[in-house]
């Protein structure tokens, strides 16, 4: 609109032309915000990138498949570059935010094409989220697969799938693989979204783009945006930023979500946490001002959680729970202590961030926080390293390397920020005008490429890598027993018959029944929701499922030899019935586990026994 240049009458009212209204001039700065338009472009490109895999049709293990999401990231690169030289405003930064989110669609869409599964397939970590989702289809309560026990795991992020499938009329299990690759996406956006408050949208997106490189799991989505919220979380909420602090109703939102979604970034960081509060308080001018807060923040947190949090707690409090999850050791319980000593991009990039965080530690905002929370996930660490040598309970230890490699890679970014300028004025040298956007542009191109080597699938890939996890994707037999489109011709995981240990046990209860099942292969949980007498392995039971008692009670029964005596039994155990056996043939008996039950204990007058199954797999259900 013109500005009003002639001088107006001394005598007239004031004319309203000479700018636009208060209403649309909020109007127009809403729209050309950087975060409004990341989010505008992620919803108009994300249905793009999804289905573009489809319009392909590549085999997701091709070089030519490869090649899609690879050449797109630098063709955008490119092409922000290009603009960048002229126009470096909210509205292409905005831009540039929400098709990069996009773009991880694209890719992890591409390598997953052909399967319906997610990363990981359904095994391990991820046969045990399939399951919860499949759980939360016949609730909404924040409870265990086992009957009776209230949910120890996060339930939200479960639970918005497990609904959702009720919703569309879906199978759960095959919703989380798209669950997967959007949350993973919205979790970069998120990023950008919180960054740029108080570093300018394209710095925002450096810091988003290194920082979901460094570190990004898609079969942990829920983990991957809860991080992702964090990090900026705790530097607006108890730190001191150069901008109006984000309001202590938002703060108190997001931390319950993150509660309700993951919270172990919360539990790792508690030491880092305290100390920030204490010197934060010591530094303010107005402290009741900021303890209110604080109190308000953990109020509306806790409202926000309570419906999760109070059952779990009370729990835990009556029910004599034991930890036992934390006995599964991983592989990397005892690397990366040092990544910022490794000698490749990502520990220069680390290196550059510690570097930083001590020499800028009084002379920035961001240099403290982020140090007193590199320090405090160090302490954690250390402590339950220690704790481990004496218990061998490792309190998931090793998921620490996730959040300071984390936290130094957005160090190095502001490092780099901060310093270049510093660096340049005293060697008396001015930047070219295309030395930010080169930068920029090459950092984003890099990113995609990393990251794109780092989750398409193949089949020569180290065990727990992000190419293995696209592999058995592909590899997973499918519950009727055939396999993907795509999937490998050697290798592929064996079939566990889903499909006709459904039909025994529906012909036998009817097809809603849930019965309290003892299987020898836990994936059936993860396509059909039954509920479970007790894991298999130790590092899969929940600490409110009493393991080992519960273990007790299943070798009781195997030594219950009389038939009518094991029919009473296994109705009747201390935590209630076992009314479905799913066992495995062998030339001892029925396995399961390393239990052996015998044909002799299921007698015709109590059990529908079906021991003609593929996979020597063995049904006994009890007769109503």
Same mark, same amino acid.
């Given at each position: ?7 107006p ?18 109007l ?7 975060g409004?338009? #990341? ?9 793009v ?15 030519? #498949?490869?090649? +899609?999401?690879?050449?797109a ?5 490119s $092409? ?38 997610? %990363? ?15 759980h ?16 120890e795991?996060p ?36 990023? %950008? ?22 570190? @990004?799991?898609?079969?942990?989505a %829920? ?23 984000m309001h ?23 030491? #880092? ?7 934060? %308080?010591?530094a ?46 991983s ?8 990544p910022?000593?490794?000698? !490749? ?23 403290k926080?982020?140090?007193?929370l ?22 998931? *230890?090793?998921?620490t ?17 901060h ?6 004025r ?13 930068? *920029?542009?090459?950092?984003l191109?890099?990113s995609?490429? +990393? ?10 890939? @180290? ?11 592909h ?18 995981r064996?079939?566990? /018959?889903? !499909?006709p240990i459904?039909?025994?046990?529906? !012909?036998?209860?009817g097809?809603?029944?849930? /019965? $309290? @099942? ?20 130790v590092?899969? #039971?929940?600490?409110?499922s ?13 030594? @219950? ?15 209630? /019935? ?9 030339a ?17 007058a ?18 109503p």
């Amino acid at each position: 609109m013109a500005l009003q240049t002639q001088e107006p009458d001394v005598e007239a009212s004031p004319q309203p032309a000479a700018s636009p209204p208060p209403r649309r001039q909020r109007l127009v700065g809403w729209l050309s915000n950087s975060g409004t338009i #990341a989010v505008l472009v992620w919803l108009v490109a994300t249905p793009v990138a999804f289905f573009a895999p489809a319009y392909f049709k590549y085999d997701p293990f091709s070089f030519i #498949a490869y090649a +899609v999401p690879l050449t797109a990231a630098l063709v955008l690169a490119s $092409v922000f570059f290009v603009i960048g030289l002229r126009w470096r405003g909210e509205l292409v930064a905005g831009a540039a935010g929400g098709l990069a989110a996009a773009w991880v669609v694209l890719l992890l869409r591409s390598a997953l094409y052909g399967t319906p599964f997610g %990363f990981g397939g359904v095994s391990g970590d991820m046969m045990r989220m399939s399951a919860i989702v499949e759980h939360y289809t016949t609730t909404i309560k924040p409870s265990d697969s086992i009957p009776g026990l209230v949910s120890e795991y996060p339930p939200l992020y479960g639970m918005l799938i497990g609904r959702a499938a009720v919703l569309l009329d879906a199978q759960a299990w095959r919703l989380l693989a798209d669950a997967e690759v959007l949350t993973t996406s919205a979790a970069l956006l998120v990023s %950008f979204l919180l960054w740029r408050r108080h570093v300018g949208p394209w710095v925002a997106l450096a810091i988003s783009a290194l920082a979901f490189v460094t570190w @990004t799991d898609p079969r942990k989505a %829920f983990e991957v945006i809860t991080l992702s919220i964090f990090i900026p979380w705790v530097l607006e909420t108890f730190g001191k930023p150069p901008k109006a602090r984000m309001h202590w109703l938002l703060a108190g939102v997001l931390g319950g979500l993150m509660v309700v979604v993951y919270q172990a970034w919360i539990i790792y960081s508690v030491f #880092a946490i305290v100390a920030l509060i204490v010197v934060t %308080f010591r530094a303010e001018t107005d402290r009741k001002a900021y303890i209110r807060r604080l109190v308000l923040v953990a109020l509306v947190a806790f409202a926000v959680s309570s419906w999760y949090v109070i059952p779990y707690a009370w729990a835990m409090l009556t029910q004599n729970g034991e930890l036992v999850s934390d006995l599964f050791v991983s592989a990397g319980i005892n690397e990366k202590l040092f990544p910022f000593l490794e000698m !490749d991009p990502f520990g220069l990039l680390q290196l550059a961030g510690l570097v930083g965080l001590l020499f800028f530690y009084r002379s920035t905002w961001w240099a403290k926080p982020i140090l007193f929370l590199v320090l405090g996930v160090y302490a954690y660490r250390i402590l339950n390293m220690v704790r481990f040598v004496f218990t061998e309970h490792t309190f998931f *230890l090793h998921y620490t390397i996730r959040l300071y490699t984390v936290l130094l890679a957005i160090a190095g970014v502001l490092t780099i920020v901060h310093a270049a300028p510093i660096i340049l004025r005293r060697l008396r040298l001015t930047a070219p005008r295309a030395a930010g956007a080169a930068a *920029l542009a090459v950092a984003l191109a890099w990113s995609a490429s +990393v990251f794109t080597d780092q989750w398409m699938p193949q089949e020569e890939a @180290t065990l727990y890598s992000g190419q293995r996890y696209a592999w058995s994707a592909h590899s997973e037999p499918l519950p009727n027993g055939k396999y993907p489109e795509y999937a490998p011709k050697e290798d592929r995981r064996r079939w566990f /018959p889903i !499909d006709p240990i459904k039909k025994v046990v529906e !012909d036998a209860r009817g097809p809603d029944a849930r /019965p $309290v @099942t003892l299987s020898v292969d836990e994936r059936i949980f993860s396509f059909v929701p039954w509920r479970v007498y007790v894991a298999i392995p130790v590092e899969g #039971a929940g600490s409110l499922s009493r393991w080992h008692e519960r273990r007790a009670e299943v070798t009781r029964l195997t030594q @219950t030899t009389d038939p009518d005596a094991f029919a009473a039994a296994s109705a009747n155990t201390k935590f209630g /019935p076992i009314d479905v056996f799913v066992l495995r043939k062998r030339a001892d008996g029925w396995q399961w586990d390393n239990q052996r039950f015998q044909r002799e204990q299921f007698s015709a007058a109590h059990w529908t026994v079906v021991d003609d199954l593929p996979e020597d797999v063995v049904v006994c259900v009890r007769k109503p």
